[in-house]
């Protein structure tokens, strides 16, 4: 994949960050379902996730194959805290249980 096409695809995954960010919000100021609201917080961080692997030029292939390699790539090699609700155990359990995220 060239520079121009993984740039052009991170910022599509920067977009729907945004976007989901925009719908968590519009979800808590009308007073919405909680688990509404944690769903597209939780979709935010994936596809931050996703956003950050494909800009090194990872592209995994499943939800698992993103909380992985963000292991791998970021939390194991320092690039964030492990403790942090940002790394991959965050992810996980936001993605396997989104009630409790």
């Known amino acids: 994949m ?6 052009a ?17 519009f979800l808590l100021v009308g007073n919405r379902s909680p688990l509404s609201i944690i769903n597209r917080s939780c979709y935010a961080m994936f596809y931050a996730a ?5 800009a090194i030029g990872k592209i995994p292939g499943k939800h698992t194959g993103v909380i992985g390699l963000f292991d ?5 090699k320092g690039r964030f805290r492990r ?3 940002a790394t991959s155990t965050g992810l996980l359990r936001c993605v396997r249980s989104p009630t409790t995220g």
């Open 50 to 54: 996703l956003g950050l692997l494909q």
């Open 9 to 25: 695809l991170v910022r599509y995954r920067i977009e729907q960050v945004e976007t989901a960010l925009d719908d968590a919000r």
């Open 83 to 85: 403790n942090s609700r």
């Open 72 to 76: 791998t790539e970021f939390v194991q």
């Open 2 to 7: 060239k520079n121009g096409d993984i740039a």
